[in-house]
């Protein structure tokens, strides 16, 4: 294999860290590799519900667009669960390929990899919230570290939010753009929640607006949003962020290098290079690219996996962290046949935190109406005939909220990832018992006047996050090969940095795709002060 | 034989013919039958011919079996047989092609009066849903009754 000196930098990746590695090192030599999946054309523009009922537009065109040609809207009457953000046909190309270019044996655990430029991002809930010292337990770094770089990404990407009773969780709101409109059931939530918000903040229920990576005003010549609702089925709307959209922005600025179609496989250091060998992801063809500084950003279990094999180690057993998720069914029985509300953001309506004794740590909670799904989604989650459920899905929807719950994680001996023999993946994680948190919140909302039941609380397969973590955590002193210093750097090299997820030593309840973000900004800064 | 066997053959011998013409009749018959359980009428044209090139690929789940086209020859009522397999196992093979049927019929537009509510209807919905409770009680009263007398399994 021939090589030659292709950058200063070569980040392998393009999702949040990836991209925000290269943001960080413009301008100095950088070369992102990826597979580099892209959406197929979109077909239909406006809203949802719109174009349901256009004449102009066709049933054919319906099909294709929220069901598929390959029925790929119908994936969880057939297959396992998968994430109804990934399923629909213009979303499958999230995790295209997967199966074929880093196959994984997993055991209690379903993993979500995306070998789309910009990764999983594609299919985010647009979520960014700021850890706090107490979410950085645990870590080598502080928050004054990540503020900086929090600071700079809000500015870049634009974020919405609002001045609430989740500020003090979520941190200052000085820069952020005016939050996002909500429809009757949102405003019917926090309007209960208002009436009595003492007795439930003293209980340790907080609720408010979402920060989330949508433009409600211009910005960066990206439009404000349009309610359009169409987040369950198209990734690439310019309002709602995507690190793609500041790739292609660098890349087309000529600010760095990106090339798609290369599967990462491992990396040698050589004297003051490091060789990074990548394979074409269609054809197979091997191909050796040098530099003086790798920064690892493939996602925790995909940089793990290029860690492991650049070792040839089947032995090691790595870290695996995740975010449990279980679901909170609730139903505002005053909001019974409501009239739909066709202009929407289909993904989170509010935020709650949890700071009460039925946890000992700080638990965010994500909260979704339905109508941005279709209704066949989850249509046999009611307990009627199909016929009952149909009016069901059709008059209790607008009255139906979904509390998604987001378990902290920190490393045990039973949840790991290991490179086996045959070059899978292999992911072993303990099933956790419940908490009893579900009930605890249960009882709070019914005195806001919802109903629900615990019989309808769902608890996740792990895995079904997408928010992985720890498989390289960072250390103050790193005492084994696969731990990272405070600057990224793996143990046992010299050149070689993790900028993503698999840094962090602990998951926090709270989404970490902006942590994840600024801490590759922060490693990126590092490595471009060691190049001179 | 059971539909699911019959699937397997189906794509066990792409060669025969005679047993996929019966076979996509078969199809067709079903989606008639179960559009019309849940709708009251025969599936439109697109809707039978969407229905039986998804089912013809999709390996529906293998237990518990149910013997729906014999079922469909005795006329039972399979919405009531529906719900009280889903009541024993949420992933059969009836409540799967049920399933797929709601998903085909909900993204074209004729049939999106049956799933979204345009109108503020607070009296009615929550009467429609009252007395589909009160339906699907006796449906899986029924259903419960049915598997046994047609010896389901």
Redesign the interface.
């Given at each position: 294999m021939s090589h030659d000196v292709s950058a200063n930098v070569v980040v392998v990746g393009s999702g949040p860290a990836g991209t925000f590695s290269a943001f960080q090192l413009k301008g100095r030599g950088v070369l992102v590799l990826d597979v580099g999946h892209v959406p197929p054309a979109r077909r239909l523009t406006g809203n949802l519900?719109r174009l349901?009922?256009d004449?102009a537009?066709t049933?054919d065109d319906?099909?294709e667009d929220?069901?598929g040609p390959q029925?790929e809207?119908?994936h969880n009457?057939?297959?396992p669960y998968l994430s109804p953000k990934l399923k629909a046909p213009r979303m499958r190309f999230v995790t295209e390929g997967a199966e074929r270019l880093s196959p994984v044996d997993a055991q209690n655990f379903r993993a979500a990899m995306s070998f789309a430029t910009g990764g999983l991002a594609n299919a985010w809930g647009a979520g960014l919230y700021r850890f706090s010292s107490a979410d950085l337990a645990g870590f080598p770094i502080y928050s004054a570290d990540l503020e900086p770089y929090y600071d700079a990404i809000t500015m870049k990407i634009g974020i919405s939010g609002a001045d609430d009773d989740l500020a003090r969780f979520f941190g200052p709101t000085g820069d952020l753009q005016p939050s996002l409109q909500i429809d009757g059931n949102a405003r019917a939530l926090l309007r209960r929640y208002a009436a009595r918000r003492a007795a439930l903040n003293r209980r340790g229920l907080f609720l408010g607006r979402p920060r989330v990576a949508v433009l409600t005003r211009e910005h960066d010549g990206r439009p404000a949003y349009r309610y359009e609702g169409r987040e369950f089925f198209e990734p690439d709307n310019p309002s709602v962020y995507n690190p793609a959209y500041t790739l292609r922005e660098l890349a087309g600025r000529g600010e760095i290098r990106y090339e798609r179609g290369w599967l990462v496989e491992r990396f040698l250091e050589q004297d003051e290079q490091v060789l990074v060998v990548a394979r074409d992801s269609t054809r197979g063809t091997p191909r050796t690219f040098a530099c003086r500084r790798l920064i690892l950003a493939a996602g925790a279990l995909n940089t793990a996996k290029i860690v492991l094999r650049s070792n040839d180690d089947h032995t090691a057993r790595l870290p695996l962290l995740d975010n449990n998720v279980s679901y909170i069914p609730l139903l505002d029985p005053?909001r019974?046949?409501?009239?739909?509300e066709p202009s929407i953001y289909a993904a989170a309506a509010l935020n709650g935190v949890y700071t009460g004794d039925a946890s000992p740590q700080v638990i965010q909670m994500t909260l979704y109406g339905l109508t941005g799904a279709?209704?066949?989604d989850y249509?046999?989650d009611f307990?009627?005939?199909?016929?009952?459920n149909?009016?069901?899905?059709?008059?209790?929807?607008?009255g139906l909220t979904v509390v998604q719950l987001f378990y902290p994680d920190t490393p045990t001996p039973s949840n790991y990832l290991r490179l086996g023999e045959d070059g899978r993946l292999e992911l072993r994680y303990a099933t956790k018992a419940a908490t009893g948190l579900e009930g605890r919140l249960l009882k709070l909302f019914r005195r806001m006047g919802y109903l629900g039941a615990a019989r309808f609380c769902r608890h996740l397969e792990p895995g079904n996050s997408f928010h992985y973590a720890g498989s390289l955590p960072m250390t103050a002193t790193p005492q084994r090969r696969y731990q990272t210093d405070r600057t990224g750097l793996l143990g046992g090299t010299r050149h070689v940095y993790v900028a993503d997820g698999a840094n962090f030593p602990a998951l926090p309840s709270k989404n970490h795709t902006l942590t994840i973000m600024a801490n590759a900004m922060r490693i990126a800064d590092g490595v471009g002060r060691s190049l001179g | 034989m059971t539909v699911d066997a019959a699937a397997t053959l189906r794509r066990d011998e792409p060669g025969d013919e005679g047993a996929a013409t019966a076979s996509h009749r078969s199809l067709e018959a079903e989606a008639d039958y179960l559009h019309r359980?849940?709708f009251g009428t025969v599936a439109p044209e697109?809707v039978r011919r969407?229905y039986v090139q998804?089912l013809r690929g999709?390996?529906?789940a293998a237990v518990p079996r149910c013997e729906i086209a014999t079922l469909m020859a005795r006329g039972v009522d399979l919405?009531?047989v529906?719900?009280a397999l889903?009541r024993r196992n949420?992933v059969n093979s009836l409540?799967?092609r049920?399933?797929?049927l709601?998903?085909?019929v909900?993204?074209?537009?004729e049939y999106?009066d049956?799933?979204?509510?345009?109108?503020?209807?607070?009296?009615?919905?929550?009467a429609?849903?009252a007395v589909?409770?009160v339906?699907?009680m006796y449906?899986?009263l029924k259903g419960c009754a049915l598997l046994r007398i047609h010896n389901v399994s």
């Open positions: 519900y349901r009922r004449p537009v049933p319906l099909f929220f069901i029925f809207s119908l009457v057939f297959r005053w019974i046949g409501a009239a739909l279709l209704r066949s249509l046999f307990p009627l005939s199909v016929r009952g149909v009016a069901a899905a059709k008059y209790l929807t607008p | 359980a849940l697109p969407l998804l999709a390996s529906l919405e009531a529906e719900l889903r949420p409540t799967q049920f399933h797929a709601c998903y085909l909900e993204a074209r537009p999106f049956r799933f979204v509510n345009e109108q503020q209807r607070f009296t009615g919905g929550f429609c849903v589909h409770a339906r699907s449906k899986l």
